[in-house]
T-cell receptor, first 115, second 116 residues
Framework: AQSVAQPEDQVNVAEGNPLTVKCTYSVSGNPYLFWYVQYPNRGLQFLLKYITGDNLVKGSYGFEAEFNKSQTSFHLKKPSALVSDSALYFCAVRDQRIGGNMLTFGGGTRLMVKP | NAGVTQTPKFQVLKTGQSMTLQCAQDMNHEYMSWYRQDPGMGLRLIHYSVGAGITDQGEVPNGYNVSRSTTEDFPLRLLSAAPSQTSVYFC???????????????FGEGSWLTVV
């Protein structure tokens, strides 16, 4: 079975400060890891993914995520937050050993960036 | 460049009514799926399909039916709506991947359903 935990329901950060949204995962094999963002009343937009290779993955809108196999984590980061980054963020995982496309999602973390 | 299109975006139903959420994609993706999103629970898989004529259950299939008569369309039917089905529903699609393969999944804009 695969699972994802996002331990923080909400993260508050001031504009211009760095932000981190945490994600830990559990899979039997090697993971594919994803971050999606959801703006109010909108669908999920793909931000970035880890498949293999460099542990630091760069994605859209200046976001990046660091894959840490020993800590089974895939935290989302951004050096300088913008008010427009305020949204709901989802981490998702899929076991590479399993064919198909079913993702398991975390519960989501609401990011609030204050001016 | 439509991607994944869901209709309707908002719907209010009375308990016991039936309805169909429509989903269409124009990317010739084999894989399509329906998720529901509830606060604090992330997205949970309802049903999925790996191609026309093939469907299967996900994590929370009860109360929902699907069919896949064409590659493009994957409607979700609520047979007798219940307040527990109040949720946001997302349709998704991607290329079908085998073991060791990976494809990004694309989501529709969502359908907000309230059952009263």
């Amino acid at each position: 079975a695969q699972s994802v935990a996002q331990p923080e329901d909400q993260v508050n950060v001031a504009e211009g400060n760095p932000l981190t949204v945490k994600c830990t995962y559990s899979v039997s094999g090697n993971p594919y890891l994803f971050w999606y963002v959801q703006y109010p009343n909108r669908g999920l937009q793909f931000l970035l993914k880890y498949i293999t290779g460099d542990n630091l993955v760069k994605g859209s809108y200046g976001f990046e995520a660091e894959f840490n196999k020993s800590q089974t984590s895939f935290h989302l980061k951004k050096p300088s937050a913008l008010v427009s980054d305020s949204a709901l963020y989802f981490c998702a995982v899929r076991d590479q050993r399993i064919g198909g496309n079913m993702l398991t999602f975390g519960g989501g973390t609401r990011l609030m960036v204050k001016p | 460049n439509a991607g994944v299109t869901q209709t309707p975006k908002f719907q209010v139903l009375k308990t016991g009514q039936s309805m169909t959420l429509q989903c269409a994609q124009d990317m010739n993706h084999e894989y399509m799926s329906w998720y529901r999103q509830d606060p604090g629970m992330g997205l949970r898989l309802i049903h999925y399909s790996v191609g026309a004529g093939i469907t299967d259950q996900g994590e929370v299939p009860n109360g929902y039916n699907v069919s896949r008569s064409t590659t493009e369309d994957f409607p979700l039917r609520l047979l007798s709506a219940a307040p527990s089905q109040t949720s946001v529903y997302f349709c998704a699609s991607s290329r079908l991947t085998g073991i060791g393969g990976e494809n990004t999944i694309y989501f529709g804009e969502g359908s907000w359903l309230t059952v009263v």
